[in-house]
């Protein structure tokens, strides 16, 4: 199997576009093994306010510097901090002022088709309200025809859930906010 320079660059390219961390293709003729470095990135948001990559702290959605606050093993989330008003809670569940509250925005970290549960016709991974914990799956992206499990960051209380069920996403989309404990 030829593979030609216009041919691997768009592997690559495809490559950098996804969460995969390493791809080995072999043949008869070659092996071709692509890595991406996966940790903590100090980037700034690029120009259409997505994030570079990691977990990125900002104290208020007009930040331009962003902080680094942590990263996981499993990179496949993203969280940024930012202030929203919390109209998510029920009765009875309202934080402290708005403007005291602090919530993470779960991102996509791919491009692909959200969904919130495992199959049609099984229950959400969760709800609006509901308590998750560190690494707690909280929805699913489809991308080519890969099911990509999407876990939380850090625990808390889920505040708003911005993505319909079957609904495309883009890269660096919020598809949820979280309140942390």
């Not at 100090?42 to 120009?47: F, T, V």
Request: net charge negative; aromatic share 4%.
């Amino acid at each position: 199997m030829p593979l030609d320079f216009n041919e691997l660059r768009q592997l690559i390219a495809t490559i950098a576009q996804t969460d995969i961390a390493e791809l080995t293709l072999k043949s008869d003729e070659f092996e071709l093994t692509i890595r991406k470095a996966v940790g903590i990135s100090n980037a700034p948001l690029s120009g259409s306010g997505s994030p570079a990559g990691g977990i990125i702290g900002i104290e208020s959605p007009a930040a331009a510097t962003p902080t680094t606050v942590a990263a996981s093993d499993n990179q496949s989330d993203v969280a940024r901090k930012t202030d929203v008003p919390t109209s998510g809670f029920s009765a009875g569940q309202a934080p402290t002022s708005p403007k005291d509250q602090k919530l993470l925005e779960v991102i996509s970290p791919m491009v692909g088709t959200f969904y919130r549960a495992p199959a049609p016709g099984e229950p959400a991974f969760v709800d609006v309200g509901d308590r998750v914990r560190s690494g707690q799956i909280v929805c699913i992206i489809e991308a080519m025809k890969l099911m990509n499990e999407i876990e939380a960051e850090v625990s808390g209380r889920v505040v708003e859930i911005l993505v319909q069920n079957g609904e495309p996403v883009e890269y660096g989309q919020t598809l949820m906010l979280l309140s942390p404990d």
